[in-house]
């Protein structure tokens, strides 16, 4: 099981397995790093590199049509590419875990990022996207626990955001 | 059944450009026996193509939105369901929205996954205005570019047996163009609601689980 020394983001591989989840679909992004090579080197898994974030929609759409579980993994950036492709959860009820690492918010010094980072919770309820934030490590683990639960127990869209409190903000 | 050509649209000029199989009698020559699939339409007339096939089968899963996500709904479907051949039908327009999609199924290359481009220039749901593909733009070899390894584009009736065989048989996934004249598809209503057409979808391939 978990060790108390081991990285939330080991954690969270491996909650995400014990769940279940073999499609692992992402943009890369920094704040995934961990995720990523973990999917890439796990056999048992499918590690799907995106060339836009609403193609990750789609493919967990795809997914649960076929019985199987999902991840989409993206930056805050990647909110305003999935949009109008949300009409898949929203109209079709598909359940759709995402995990969003944030850029745009505390500490940001990229002027760029700040508005869609600041959009995403707004955009993302827009299109009936259920929305929790995460701050201290120790969350992450219990907080995608209960997404776990709100997407494929209760058939909801649920993005969870690795806020830049949890992640810390890049230097520039 | 003469085909149905719309008004106001160049029909010289998409002979010309070989744009001339009859999709109502071409697209059921590509696929043969639909049961042998699951199968992803994208919207419009790609729906009404295989919902009249199938009398819109609980195989089948058509859009009417969510434009450029038929590709990747399929690839996730593909991934999920390996001891099954999935096929992808969409239009020109709706994989011209996300062209990168190819990309992505390519660097995976699932065995047993196939697109069906029914390429007939044209946005027929919207008035009918051409599309990039009746303006020069290639389809077969963006997916080609993409990394795609088995393509083939599909104008002419005596090609038909070839394309049909590409999207059944072999080992990565296949990509077809078939091109139509820009003429109506089968008129067919099928069930427009997304969720209970997935929860139909999930019962016949999954049972209650």
Known sequence: ?172 | MAMRYPQGVDVAAAVAAGFVLDRCEAVPALIGKPDDFLIVTGLAGTARDIAALTHDSAQIYTMAGAMGGAVMIGLGLALARPDKRVLVATGDGEILMNVGALATVAILNPANFSILVVDNGHYGETGWQKSHTSLGVDLEKIAVGSGIKRTRTIAAESELAEGARLLREGNGTAFVVLRVAPAEPPAYKRNFDPAVCRNRFRAALLGNG
Not at chain 1, 123 to 135: C, K, N, P, Q
């Open chain 1, 1 to 172: 099981m978990d060790g108390g020394g081991e990285r939330w983001q080991d954690q969270l591989y491996d909650l995400l397995r014990r769940n279940n989840v073999t499609q692992f679909a992402y943009v890369p992004d920094a704040g995934h790093r961990i995720l990523i090579d973990r999917s890439l080197a796990d056999p048992a898994v499918h590690s799907v590199a995106l060339t836009t974030e609403e193609e990750g929609v789609a493919l967990l759409a795809g997914a649960d049509l076929g019985g199987a579980r999902g991840v989409l993994l993206m930056q805050s950036s990647g909110a305003g590419n999935c949009i109008n492709m949300l009409s898949l959860a929203k109209g079709g009820r598909f359940p759709m875990l995402m995990l969003l690492s944030m850029r745009g918010d505390f500490g940001e010094g990229n002027p760029w990022q700040f508005p869609m980072g600041q959009a995403v919770e707004p955009v993302l309820e827009a299109m009936g996207v259920i929305v929790e934030r995460v701050e201290k490590p120790d969350e992450v683990v219990p907080t995608v626990e209960a997404a776990l639960t709100m997407v494929f127990q209760s058939g909801n869209a649920v993005a969870v955001l690795l806020t830049q409190k949890l992640l810390g903000a890049k230097a520039f």
